[in-house]
């Protein structure tokens, strides 16, 4: 890339929430249009966006199952030089899930890279040996205290905010019918001046939720499900989104009302395979489109 302000490019490596579009198990209205080759309803990969500031050298932010995969089907991922190399310089953990953490286990194969995390997550990382398979001597883990931004050169800076949240489904108490809070985090990274605020889980959108997104040019957000009793109705669970700690797009509280006066960029991603605005055309993606956010789709490039 040419110019000393190449600002920010974010490719989104995977737009969906657990599970994918379509899942692997899944009979729903989404799944079965995906798996039938639907063109209104092209496949997703479970979330991960890759980042960089000077179009070389990316930051991955989340580290999803489906990682091997999404990076192969990206040439800007590709190794370019000597026998072994990968232009990430750096992975991102911001939060515990299984669709944020496993897709460490996909990039083990002796590369350098460096893992931030806040200590939460660190200590999750920490407290199950199968991660150790990342050499600590090529893998450094730097963690990060909320708030603190750290140079994570090739023109990038990262800053880890808390967000309203719960804790990962496998420490959860099964039968708990509220969400334990637990940590959550979104992502803010700068390259050029320009910010981008990553966000895949949120579980209410605060005064100090939208006052991240107001120091950003765009929000890449959590958009799991249009209605928060989406997957009953749909018959594939017996959680709400407020259960799973996702607000929704819908009703007074939802995504749509609160972020409706933000001027930035407003993109969709962690979507879940219920979500109807997963369909091309429909009522639901009409309504997130004229009101002017964007569902993300894998490969989806930002320029900033
Ligand atoms: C979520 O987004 O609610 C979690 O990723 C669910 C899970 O861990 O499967
Ligand atoms: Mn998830
Ligand atoms: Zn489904």
């Known amino acids: 890339m040419v110019g000393p302000d190449p600002g920010l490019t974010a490719i989104v490596l995977g737009s969906a929430a657990g599970g994918g579009v379509p899942q692997w198990n899944c009979r729903c209205r989404v799944c079965v249009l995906a798996r039938a080759g639907d063109p209104r309803v092209p496949p997703r990969n479970q979330v991960s966006i890759a980042i960089s500031g000077d179009g070389k050298t990316w930051l991955l932010i989340g580290a999803s199952p489906d990682l091997r995969q999404q990076i192969l089907t990206t040439p800007a991922l590709a190794p370019r030089e000597g026998l072994r190399h990968s232009p990430i310089s750096g992975v991102v953990l911001i939060n515990a899930d299984v669709d944020g953490i496993a897709g460490l286990l996909a990039?083990?194969?002796?590369?350098?890279?460096?893992?931030?995390?806040?200590?939460?997550?660190?200590?999750v990382l920490k407290a199950n040996p199968m991660f150790d398979v990342l050499d600590p001597n090529l893998v450094e883990r730097v963690t990060l205290a909320p708030s603190q931004r750290i140079d994570c050169g090739h023109g990038l800076s990262l800053c880890l905010l808390p967000m309203p949240g719960k804790i990962p489904l496998y420490l959860e108490d099964r039968a708990a019918v509220q969400p334990e809070p637990g940590p959550t985090y979104a992502a803010l990274v700068e390259a050029g001046g320009r910010r981008a605020l990553i966000a895949p889980a949120c579980a209410n959108i605060t005064d100090q939720v939208l006052a991240h997104m107001r120091q950003s040019d765009v929000v890449f957000f959590d958009g799991t499900l249009f209605t928060d009793d989406e997957m009953i109705r749909?018959?594939?669970?017996?959680?709400?989104?407020?259960?799973?700690?996702?607000?929704?797009?819908?009703?007074?509280?939802?995504?749509?009302?609160r972020l409706a006066d933000l001027s930035i960029r407003r993109i969709f991603v962690h979507?879940?395979?219920?979500?109807?605005?997963?369909?091309?055309?429909s009522d639901e993606r009409c309504q997130v489109e004229a009101a002017g956010f964007e569902v993300a789709f894998d490969g989806m490039e930002v320029r900033l």
């Open 107 to 123: 990039i083990r194969e002796s590369q350098p890279f460096r893992l931030f995390a806040p200590a939460p997550i660190q200590q």
């Open 234 to 257: 749909a018959g594939v669970g017996r959680k709400t989104g407020r259960r799973m700690g996702h607000v929704s797009m819908s009703g007074p509280d939802g995504s749509l009302a």
């Open 271 to 281: 979507i879940n395979n219920t979500n109807p605005v997963l369909i091309e055309g």
